[in-house]
């Protein structure tokens, strides 16, 4: 398997701008979830799916965030309109039934 | 509050000798925990886990220690070699807490050559 697939790797837009990051998980994996990491926070989850069905959003940072799975095997997180504070890493993990997490390489977002 | 941390952020040892990496949790209600190492440039990647019915668990070189009672976890890593040196995260989840896992500050480890 390939493992948890995210695209793009880097990403470099300006303020204002609208941001789409996408995520192919590990195929039979029934969960999905999208972090941000920053030096100041660390790793933040900020939504979680399970069998394609978004559960708990709670960290999506504000209506600017909106994250989507319309199949079990792609996810997208857009951000809209991106600011220069969104700059960070993003990760997508998945994971089948069991509770162990498996992260892709994650994009690297940069808002000017 | 309820959270998962880490002792010292940087860790340096010589190469060949044994690392041990700490991490505290303060909920007792945690009961699945797993060790992450993230390389520069790259995602969190597995390492070991251990279940709250656990007190020790031994994978590759590596050995994941939890003292419920103090609500202590560590990660032993033997005869440590330069592709060690990364940040290590801990990572905890509880019952009550869904499928979210809460992530400790991490540790740079640095294996002096």
């Known amino acids: 398997d390939a493992g948890v697939i995210q695209s793009p790797r880097h990403e470099v837009t300006e303020m204002g701008q609208e941001v789409t990051l996408r995520c192919k998980p590990i195929s039979g994996h029934d969960y999905l979830f999208w972090y941000r990491q920053t030096m100041m926070r660390g790793l933040e989850l900020l939504i979680y799916?399970?069998?394609?069905?978004?559960?708990?959003d709670s960290g999506m940072p504000e209506d600017r965030f909106s994250a989507k799975m319309p199949n079990a095997s792609f996810s997208t997180l857009k951000i809209q309109p991106s600011e220069p504070r969104d700059s960070a890493v993003y990760f997508c993990?998945?994971?089948?039934?069991?509770?162990?997490?498996?992260f892709g390489p994650g994009t690297r977002l940069t808002v000017l | 509050g309820e959270s998962v941390g880490l002792h010292l952020p940087t860790l340096s040892v010589q190469e060949g000798d044994n690392s041990i990496i700490n991490c505290a949790y303060s909920n007792s209600a945690s009961d699945y925990f797993i060790w992450y190492k993230q390389e520069s440039g790259k995602g969190p990647q597995f390492i070991i886990d251990?279940?709250?019915?656990?007190d020790k668990r031994q994978g590759q070189r590596v050995t994941v220690l939890l003292n419920k009672t103090v609500k202590h976890l560590s990660l032993q890593i033997a005869a440590t070699q330069p592709g060690d040196s990364a940040v290590y995260f801990c990572a905890e989840t509880r019952r009550n807490a869904g499928n979210m896992l809460t992530f400790g500050g991490g540790t740079r480890l640095m294996v002096k050559p």
């Open positions: 993990a998945s994971r089948p039934v069991r509770d162990t997490q498996y």
């Open positions: 251990i279940r709250s019915n656990m």
């Open positions: 799916f399970n069998n394609n069905v978004p559960i708990d």
